[in-house]
């Protein structure tokens, strides 16, 4: 079955780098775009970044357009997500999320690897 | 940009009633666009509907949506105790997503 396992979150102070980590199994991962969702705590869903099955488009919210990069390695069957510099705003679970190919909704989502912008 | 607005912001119900949410766009989407999730306590999102009305794999018939252009509706026809929960609507615009800000349905 399909199963999605991040990692990287953490507290990092503002200004530092972090990068997150999703691996993926149970389904072919270079053959689906994948996002990152992100929910602060006590908030709602925010839509943070996309990559295509072959890595080639990259789209991002604008919130953290310049900032973060997505990025992923097909024969790793993981997805990354490099967080440069950081604010309180950015603190969250980050969920890796695949997405179908019928409508290109989100289908599974993993557990989320909590991030933590604080000095 | 859209944004997606959900009313109301709580739904305080019995188990065993209907449930009506609403999510309405800034401006009218494109067919075949809009789904609506489930968030459970300590839980990731669920799929629900997608493409406005239709059900996704293993969503019990009680789990209806409709809607077009700028107006959109979840309807949970008798709430179940696990239905009480989170649910948020979602447009896929190109290749960016938008969420509204959710809907909580609390027990009455």
């Known amino acids: 079955q399909v199963h999605l396992m991040e990692s990287g979150g953490g507290v990092v102070q503002p200004g530092r780098s972090l990068r997150l980590s999703c691996a993926a199994s149970?389904?072919?991962?270079?053959?689906?775009?994948m996002h990152w969702v992100r929910q602060a705590p006590g908030k709602g869903l925010e839509w943070v970044a996309i990559i295509s099955a072959d890595g080639s488009a990259k789209h991002y919210a604008d919130s953290v357009k310049g900032r973060f990069t997505v990025s992923r390695d097909n024969s790793k069957n993981t997805l990354y997500l490099e967080m440069n510099s950081p604010t309180t705003e950015d603190t969250a679970l980050y969920y890796c999320?695949?997405?179908?190919?019928?409508?290109?909704?989100?289908?599974?989502w993993g557990q989320g690897t909590l991030v933590t912008v604080s000095s | 940009e859209i944004v997606l607005t959900q009313s109301p912001a709580t739904l305080s119900l019995s188990p065993g009633e209907r449930a009506t949410l609403s999510c309405r766009a800034s401006q009218s989407l494109s067919p075949s666009s809009l789904a609506w999730y489930r968030q459970k306590p300590g839980q990731p999102p669920t799929l629900l509907i997608y493409n406005e009305f239709e059900r996704a794999t293993g969503i019990p018939a009680r789990f209806s949506g409709s809607g077009s252009g700028t107006d959109f509706t979840l309807i949970i026809s008798s709430l179940e105790p696990e239905d009480f929960a989170v649910y948020y609507c979602q447009h896929r615009g190109g290749w960016f997503r938008t969420f509204g800000q959710g809907t909580k349905v609390e027990i009455k």
């Open positions: 149970g389904f072919t991962f270079s053959t689906y775009g």
């Open positions: 999320v695949k997405e179908e190919k019928i409508g290109y909704y989100f289908d599974y």
